[in-house]
């Protein structure tokens, strides 16, 4: 089955970049969305199809696809962005199913 | 807008089986999959499986496999999901959520339930 690499944590200072990798073999040839949860909340889309950006979601948060590793970048970052964020794809080789990375700890120091 | 409520929380003995439902509001129910994804105390996202309403066709994580079922009522706007011979470790917040076909042609998530918590406990 497919495997999605994320770390655990990310920590980075307000007004500062995070970026957000997922690892996964030859990741640049599926499409790679993003989620974001908060504690005791349901997950929230934040980017689909590597880069694209549902609306409501600001500009801020960016994606980038290619090789073995996805990217989400997360510009000027607030203390509201400290979160939990997972990506995913579809896994269509084996038993066609979604796959999620094990998820990374988004700190704001 | 879309919405997915999902029934209450559960709590059962293990050995015995849950069944959640997820009733989707604004939209067309046959037009999208629906798939089920759990999350245990502290542990990250785990899909489950999906159903496809308009065919009644549902498809399974391997690690599910024997052990859920997915249903759809089209009439109701209702998925079900249904997990049997329940153990600890089965305890985890289940969610539904609405999948869009992306570029590749395979699915995210953009609309999800509130969640259900499911303990399982003697």
């Known amino acids: 089955s497919y495997v999605l690499t994320q770390p655990p944590s990310v920590s980075v200072a307000p007004g500062q970049t995070a970026r957000i990798t997922c690892g996964g073999n030859n990741i640049g040839s599926k499409s790679v969305h993003w989620y974001q949860q908060k504690p005791g909340q349901a997950p929230v889309l934040v980017v689909y199809d590597d880069s694209d950006r549902p609306s409501g979601i600001p500009e801020r948060f960016s994606g980038s696809n290619s090789g073995n590793t996805a990217t989400l970048t997360i510009s000027r970052v607030e203390a509201g962005d400290e979160a939990d964020y997972y990506c995913?794809?579809?896994?269509?080789?084996?038993?066609?199913?979604?796959?999620f990375g094990g998820g990374t700890k988004l700190t704001v120091l | 807008q879309v919405q997915l409520v999902q029934s209450g929380a559960e709590v059962k003995k293990p050995g015995s089986s849950v069944k959640v439902s997820c009733k989707a509001s604004?939209?067309?129910?046959?037009?999208?999959?629906i798939s089920w994804v759990r999350q245990a105390p502290g542990q990250g996202l785990e899909w489950m499986g999906r159903i496809i309403p308009i065919l009644g066709i549902a498809n399974y994580a391997q690690k599910f496999q024997g052990r859920v079922t997915i249903t759809a009522d089209k009439s109701t706007s209702t998925a079900y999901m249904e997990l049997s011979s329940l153990r600890s470790e089965d305890t985890a917040v289940y969610y539904c959520a609405r999948g869009t076909v992306g570029r590749d042609g395979f699915e995210y998530f953009q609309h999800w339930g509130q969640g259900t918590l499911v303990t399982v406990s003697s």
């Open positions: 604004g939209g067309t129910f046959s037009s999208y999959t």
């Open positions: 995913q794809v579809w896994d269509s080789s084996s038993d066609h199913s979604g796959v």
